[in-house]
């Protein structure tokens, strides 16, 4: 791979269309205001990140996650823009715009996860390879669909379908985004058929070929053909590290602030980062401040800043074996050890402590039910459309998706697209509408 054809500004959906207007903003620049200012952006506030929507205390959404994790790669694109065109100093591509086509991507990459935090991935994909779901098997694979989509459901390649489908009433190209900054977002850049039966792929069957298009077009090399598995466009490295920096750290933050761990155990975390002369500065710095949220928060910046250095300089030192499509890993694996093992220490405690935790498995209990139940609803519906009580649910559903497609695979992901794009609060409203639990107001 090359960085000149990397970074294309080429729009998807837009490719037969060349402008004379120019902008002040690069096309980069466009792709983050166009994801802000949009309709799925803006519900991520009402869906969980990982504890219950906020009561008295205000925890991480995941719009708030998204928005942090967007500020941290700005931070790492810009940083590798500068140590690549030291190091490319005659090179055509575009370097300077790396920032804003990570943080673009980095604030997109959510965009397709369902309500109620992760266990909401999973509600979708067991409804169909354990529960009611399992018996659509048969006659979506004679028809040629790909099961395999369902029982392994993926945010990632929800939000890649999101971004990209024509949905009805839309316009072509979905969100016409650059082709560099929906490359980059693709995490896991192959089939669902090559997930191992788990939720780790990168498109559905039914933008495959579009995505193919797409990284063919930036030269990113096609490592299998059937089923489908590209190389990771360099990029995705930088949004993988923003969130892996940000989900871990600022889960320790949060638990701090629900009194899930205590101030000394969330200082020891962190202080862990540090050695010797640094370690003891920022010790010192605790003095300044008495308000211990105060000091949690100083020293969950100062990490942060420390694993932006840290995942820049990696990807600067593999940047070869990532070109060539070699480097197997994540950044936040190849960073120093000191602080690979400070980090392992949080993921390990978050895992024992945190993510175990009432509240959250409380949420997760949630989710299974609702969405597990909401779908099973929905897919008779498909099913039986001339029914009466059929009729009335399909008419819950935007106009935007088609639950009267011809095949059963399209059909199925129209239902997908409505539950997994609701909000925790409109998931729940509506579930006690159908079980005569809740009415509106009259």
Request: aromatic residues 10%.
């Amino acid at each position: 791979m090359n960085w000149e054809r990397l970074l294309s500004s080429v729009r998807f959906g837009m490719e037969a269309y060349r402008s004379e207007k120019r902008h002040d903003r690069t096309e980069y620049q466009r792709d983050y205001d166009r994801l802000i200012f949009s309709s799925p952006f803006r519900r991520l506030q009402n869906k969980t990140q990982v504890f219950p929507l906020p009561g008295s205390v205000f925890v991480h959404n995941r719009l708030t996650h998204s928005l942090e994790v967007s500020s941290v790669g700005r931070s790492l694109g810009e940083n590798t823009a500068r140590a690549l065109r030291k190091r490319y100093p005659d090179s055509p591509a575009h370097f300077e715009e790396m920032g804003a086509i990570v943080s673009a991507a980095c604030l997109a990459h959510d965009l397709g996860n369902p309500p109620f935090g992760h266990s909401g991935e999973k509600a979708i994909s067991t409804f169909f390879s354990e529960g009611r779901g399992s018996v659509l098997r048969e006659q979506v694979e004679r028809e040629g669909g790909r099961w395999s989509d369902f029982t392994c459901f993926e945010g990632n390649a929800n939000a890649v379908r999101l971004l990209m489908h024509q949905f009805k009433g839309r316009r072509k190209g979905g969100f016409a985004l650059t082709y560099s900054t929906l490359a980059s977002i693709v995490k896991y850049p192959y089939s669902s058929q090559l997930s191992g039966g788990k939720n780790k792929f990168g498109f559905f069957a039914s933008e495959e070929a579009d995505y193919r298009s797409i990284a063919d077009e930036l030269g990113i090399p096609c490592l299998n053909d059937a089923p489908v598995r590209y190389a990771r466009h360099p990029l995705v490295y930088l949004v993988e590290a923003a969130d892996d920096i940000c989900y871990q750290i600022m889960d320790i933050e949060d638990a701090h602030k629900l009194r899930l761990i205590s101030t000394d155990k969330a200082k020891d975390l962190f202080l862990d980062f540090f050695e010797g002369e640094k370690r003891q500065r920022r010790f010192d710095n605790l003095n300044f401040v008495s308000d211990l949220n105060e000091q949690i928060a100083y020293l969950r910046s100062s990490v942060i800043g420390l694993l932006v250095n840290e995942c820049s300089e990696a990807f600067m030192k593999h940047e070869e074996a990532i070109l060539s499509g070699e480097f197997n890993g994540t950044l936040i694996k190849s960073i120093s050890e000191n602080a690979q093992q400070a980090y392992r220490q949080c993921s390990d405690f978050a895992v024992a402590n945190i993510y175990s935790s009432k509240d959250v498995l409380d949420i997760e209990l949630a989710g299974y039910r609702i969405i597990g139940f909401l779908l099973e609803k929905l897919s008779d519906a498909i099913q039986n459309p001339t029914h009466t009580y059929s009729q009335l649910l399909l008419g819950r559903i935007p106009e935007q998706y088609e639950p009267e497609a011809d095949d059963l695979y399209s059909r199925i992901q129209a239902i997908v697209d409505y539950v997994s794009g609701m909000t925790d609060i409109y998931a729940l409203d509506l579930y006690r509408k159908i079980t005569g639990m809740g009415l509106p107001a009259i």
